[in-house]
């Protein structure tokens, strides 16, 4: 069986009622998680709302008892990562050790310019991730003042206090596919690794690579959690499905290559099925429509039961 979470993008229109009504159906209809994204602004188009993340953890931590919460993920260069642990630390201990990490490199250039942001090129993005997740687990584990010195980073003389109540603070996600970069680092440094809109296949090929980057470190599979993010196509029935997916945008290309999650009932309860077979233990679904919670409550009534663990 797999956990099953929604996944928002936060910069498509994120504000405070649809964030509450969002929080409220996934914790009434059996939704294991809800994640979001860490932007400022929407890549392209007019600019929308979009809730800033810690913000929004932080009510989430406090209006919900149950659902898993996490970023997906924050970006090494919006926040100096000591600030990002601080944050994470509070609202998993406000939350009652609910809170999922996710740390990654960044790439949407656009918002970093329009808030006076550095956007440096992806080699030092990525080590900046390395110094910012190196950081982040000695600020969680250590008891007594740190001393960091990277080429990005500092600290000196730094601990969290309170001490995070979760003995390590609140787990590591790294996200994405990459084999040469993204993975080896996962490896190293995470709790859980999420892969990014890839088919069956390939997510099974990654899997297994990850296991080997973890035997590699002396590590267990079972030290790992492995997730999916892909985007979920739902409605009950084939006529309903038909309708929405003219209507979507979703190109063709997206819906051959078995990316995302389409269908009624029975037939999205077969794809998680397939994903769950080759090791995928929790499913992030994308849900755009931010308004539509009666599809959302349709899809939990229908598909739920059959799958969530």
């Known amino acids: 069986m797999t956990q099953i979470g929604i996944m928002i993008e936060a910069p498509e229109g994120l504000n405070w009622p649809r964030w509450k009504r969002i929080l409220r159906t996934a914790e009434d209809c059996g939704f294991q998680s809800v994640f979001r994204s860490d932007h400022f602004t929407n890549s392209v188009g007019e600019d929308r709302d979009s809730l800033e993340l810690w913000m929004s953890l932080a009510y989430a931590a406090s209006h919900t008892q149950t659902i898993e919460l996490g970023s997906l993920v924050a970006p090494v260069t919006f926040r100096h990562p000591s600030m990002n642990a ?37 080699s030092r993005r990525y080590a900046m991730l390395e110094e910012a997740l190196e950081l982040t687990r000695l600020l969680l584990n250590s008891d007594k003042p740190a001393q960091f010195q990277g080429a990005h980073f500092q600290l000196d003389d730094a601990i969290l206090l309170p001490r995070p109540a979760r003995s390590g603070g609140p787990p590591i996600l790294i996200g994405g596919n990459g084999p040469r970069k993204t993975l080896p680092l996962a490896a190293k440094y995470a709790d859980e690794w999420n892969a990014d809109f890839i088919n069956v296949e390939t997510y099974k090929q990654r899997h ?75 499913l992030m679904l994308a849900w755009p429509d931010m308004d539509d919670m009666e599809n959302l409550e349709l899809f939990a009534r229908d598909v739920l039961p059959q799958v969530a663990d």
Do not use: C
Request: proline share 4%; aromatic share 8%; hydrophobic share 40%.
């Open 86 to 122: 601080r944050y994470a630390s509070a609202i998993d201990d406000l939350s009652g050790g609910r809170l999922v990490f996710g740390m990654g490199v960044g790439w949407q250039e656009r918002e970093h310019r329009r808030f006076g942001i550095p956007f440096p090129d992806a």
């Open 208 to 282: 297994a690579l990850m296991r080997q980057y973890l035997a590699e470190r002396g590590r267990s599979p079972q030290d790992m959690k492995f997730s999916l993010k892909t985007r979920v196509m739902y409605r009950p029935t084939q006529a309903q499905l038909n309708a929405f997916l003219r209507d979507s945008g979703v190109g063709d290309e997206a819906l051959r290559e078995g990316r995302l999650i389409v269908g009624a009932a029975a037939e999205i309860v077969d794809q998680i099925g397939a994903r769950s077979e080759v090791g995928v233990e929790r």
